[in-house]
């Protein structure tokens, strides 16, 4: 079957959730399922376990860094170009102690309950205490031309 995905569609939709700054809500249409609430500001997690398209990954335990990640700002991303939402802003984490190696990344929203909705590996990285690993603006990507 080809490829039956709209990109224009698709890039509405990711514009739609990582732009916004407040909270909104999908409801499911007439095919039923339950309603999903969009919960901004969006937190980067740093991974030791990458995830998958179905499974979380193991979130990093190490000093200097927070559970649930940092903020990644009120808009965390800009408005899609083909497809393709980069980040807005810099994220960045100073290593209190030795850090085992960071293999994946994970955006998550900041619910009472948070949900994961974006996942990717990276280049293994390990710190040394004292050392900062950042995100620079536009780094992390929400590629809706793969879909």
């Known amino acids: 079957m080809a490829n039956m995905t709209d990109r224009n569609r698709v890039a509405a939709l990711l514009q739609a959730i990582f732009t916004s700054s407040t909270t909104f809500t999908i409801?499911?249409?007439t095919g039923g399922g339950s309603a999903i609430?969009?919960?901004p500001p969006y937190h980067l997690r740093?991974?030791?376990?990458a995830g998958?398209?179905?499974a979380n990954g193991t979130e990093l335990t190490a000093t200097g860094y927070?559970?649930?990640?940092n903020t990644m700002g009120s808009s965390a991303f800009g408005a899609p170009s083909a497809g393709v939402q980069s980040s807005s802003n810099v994220v960045s984490w100073t290593a209190g102690a030795a850090w085992s190696a960071v293999v994946g990344v994970e955006v998550w929203?900041?619910?009472a309950t948070p949900l994961?909705?974006?996942?990717?590996t990276i280049t293994s990285v390990t710190l040394a205490n004292g050392n900062t690993l950042?995100?620079?603006a536009a780094a992390i990507t929400a590629d809706g031309s793969q879909w």
């Open 134 to 136: 950042s995100f620079a």
């Open 46 to 49: 740093l991974m030791s376990t």
């Open 27 to 29: 409801t499911p249409g």
């Open 66 to 69: 927070t559970a649930g990640g």
């Open 37 to 39: 609430a969009i919960s």
């Open 52 to 54: 998958s398209n179905t």
């Open 116 to 120: 994961r909705w974006l996942q990717g």
């Open 109 to 111: 929203d900041t619910a």
